[in-house]
């Protein structure tokens, strides 16, 4: 069964860090291209940062650069995310995501994770 999951959410105040981490099971990484989504309450889900299939193009939200960072470990079929300077407005749910692509940043997405929530409060 082919699986991405997600950990590392959780309750953060402002101005706090968060180090997001997914796995994906049941297949390897090193042929896709990764990312990470977000879906606040009442809004729709939007592209946070994504990394190419060997990690040499990386791409971030505007709303984001600057505070996150993305990385991949093949070896250990993993991708994370590394969110600094936490904003209430990061809240969301975030989830990892996965196309199988050569070249390029995620343009489709082939796989999803089923999310892990931040919340950023104080």
């Known amino acids: 069964q082919l699986q991405l999951v997600e950990s590392g959410g959780g309750l953060v105040q402002p101005g706090g860090s968060l180090r997001l981490s997914c796995a994906a099971s049941?297949?390897?990484?090193?042929?896709?291209?990764l990312g990470w989504f977000r879906q606040a309450p009442g809004k729709e889900r939007e592209g946070v940062s994504c990394?190419?299939?060997?990690?040499?193009?990386?791409n971030y939200a505007d709303s984001v650069k600057g505070r996150f960072t993305i990385s991949r470990d093949n070896a250990k079929n993993t991708v994370s995310l590394q969110m600094n300077s936490l904003k209430p407005e990061d809240t969301a749910v975030y989830y990892c995501?996965?196309?199988?692509?050569?070249?390029?940043?995620?343009?489709?997405?082939?796989?999803w994770g089923n999310g892990t929530r931040v919340t950023v409060s104080p």
């Open positions: 049941g297949f390897t990484l090193d042929s896709d291209a």
């Open positions: 995501a996965a196309e199988r692509r050569m070249f390029g940043c995620i343009n489709s997405v082939d796989y």
């Open positions: 990394i190419s299939r060997r990690g040499r193009i990386t």
